[in-house]
């Protein structure tokens, strides 16, 4: 009894936010998602990022393992997801990087913080660190057909991590002022990701819907065995297991919806794989949870 209240604990605030944004946009009222994705994306996570590395007491090498642990996940799952792909003849333009890349941001961050507390959200910035890499390059090369690496640079989440990393490594801090004002922006993020999350659920227009509830399938089956797999291999602590686990396991991200619009991939399909993949993890995320915490 008390491990199904510690998980309804943990998820129950993820899903009431999201089922918020969701019928916000039921009932008719307004919610400028282009806005409210630029403020989070370019301004509220980059400063929830810097704040949670430069501030955390994890040792700097146990970040950096589980950053080869998550990258090497990754990996796998690409390899993995590009075979079943080939074996059902689908295309890997259209599917790959949904496939692979799971809503580490707007959903797996807010777990890893509610499941762990600050020390689940540092490991939990390190995942969604890598897979945001990840995804603006690997991940946009797929979709678009080409693309140049360098684009990742720009995106302010990624130069958040790479600075949260130097003043971990280095063990400055910002001036108490600084660090208040940056705190406070950043503790706008969480909330804010998850309504959005449910705002843009309600808007897509999912197809194809038998077909990806078996990719749906087959993507939680993937990630969860390769996550389990190479979490163990390297001997990850278990707080970094968990949030590792969890994070890899997320569903569908709503950006790679955007990806297959923006460079002419099929985005109806991608919308199935979000809303079905979503709907899947109010189920799948506490049976996952109930494992790692």
């Known amino acids: 009894?008390?491990?199904?209240?510690?998980?309804?604990?943990?998820?129950?605030?993820?899903?009431?936010?999201?089922?918020?944004?969701?019928?916000?946009?039921?009932?008719g009222w307004d919610y400028p998602l282009a806005f409210v994705t630029r403020l989070s994306m370019t301004l509220a996570v980059p400063c929830l990022i810097f704040t949670a590395l430069m501030q955390t007491e994890i040792d700097p090498a146990a970040l950096s393992t589980l950053s080869l642990a998550t990258l090497a996940v990754y990996l796998a799952i690409a390899g993995?997801?590009?075979?079943?792909?080939?074996?059902?003849?689908?295309?890997?333009?259209?599917?790959?990087?949904?496939?692979?890349?799971?809503?580490?941001?707007?959903l797996g961050l807010p777990l890893a913080l509610f499941a762990f507390g600050e020390i689940g959200l540092s490991y939990g910035v390190v995942v969604f660190a890598v897979m945001a890499v990840l995804s603006f390059t690997f991940g946009t090369w797929v979709v678009a057909g080409g693309?140049?690496?360098?684009?990742?640079?720009?995106?302010?989440?990624?130069?958040?991590t790479l600075l949260g990393a130097l003043f971990l490594w280095q063990g400055w801090e910002t001036p108490l002022f600084l660090t208040n004002a940056l705190e406070l922006i950043g503790q706008i993020a969480i909330p804010i990701m998850l309504i959005t999350l449910g705002v843009a659920v309600a808007g897509l227009r999912p197809g194809k819907i038998g077909q990806a509830v078996l990719l749906s399938l087959i993507k939680l089956a993937v990630c969860v065995a390769l996550a389990w797999g190479i979490g163990r291999a390297f001997a990850l602590e278990p707080i970094a297991f968990g949030v590792l686990v969890l994070q890899v396991c997320t569903p569908v991200a709503v950006t790679n919806y955007l990806m297959a619009q923006k460079y002419g991939a099929d985005a109806e399909a991608v919308a199935g794989l979000v809303v079905v993949s979503t709907l899947l993890s109010v189920v799948a995320l506490p049976l996952i949870l109930a494992f790692v915490i």
């Open 80 to 106: 993995a997801v590009a075979l079943v792909l080939r074996g059902m003849g689908l295309s890997m333009r259209d599917y790959l990087a949904p496939l692979t890349f799971g809503n580490t941001g707007n």
């Open 147 to 160: 693309g140049s690496p360098l684009n990742v640079i720009r995106e302010p989440m990624v130069a958040a």
């Open 1 to 27: 009894m008390t491990l199904v209240l510690t998980v309804l604990n943990v998820v129950a605030p993820v899903f009431l936010l999201a089922s918020l944004g969701f019928a916000w946009v039921k009932l």
